[in-house]
């Protein structure tokens, strides 16, 4: 049975930083994406970025542009471990959440689209502080 075990969160002051991981097992395919979303309760789930084998990154249009998340996330993965990590830097209040790492098939260009990963984990809560 394929899973998706995330650690790392807890609850941060504003301005920290946190790395979360997310360690499969089970896993059937040599390789795959793998990538990060989260959800505030009540509100859709929100992509951050993804992964493939080949170390293509793929991250949300809000990542990208939105002054208020632009360059204080990271996704990686070691390939090795089949761990996939998130760092997040100088965390905010809005960035409080469930953080879920999710896997699917291989693609040249990893999706966004929860729709598009068939394995989640259980998700792992941030929360930050002002």
């Known amino acids: 049975q394929v899973q998706l075990v995330e650690s790392g969160g807890g609850s941060v002051q504003s301005g920290e930083s946190l790395t979360l991981s997310c360690a499969p097992s089970?896993?059937?395919?040599?390789?795959?994406?793998m990538a990060w979303f989260r959800q505030v309760p009540g509100k859709e789930r929100e992509g951050i970025g993804s992964i493939n084998t080949e170390g293509t990154i793929t991250y949300a249009r809000s990542v990208r542009y939105d002054d208020s998340m632009k360059g204080r996330f990271t996704v990686s993965l070691d390939g090795a471990k089949n761990t996939l990590s998130l760092q997040i830097n100088n965390l905010k209040p809005e960035d409080t959440a469930n953080f879920y790492c999710a896997a699917d098939r291989f693609r040249s260009h990893c999706t966004m689209a929860p729709e598009d990963f068939a394995i989640w984990g259980q998700g792992t809560p941030v929360t930050v502080s002002s």
């Open positions: 089970g896993f059937i395919w040599e390789r795959y994406c």
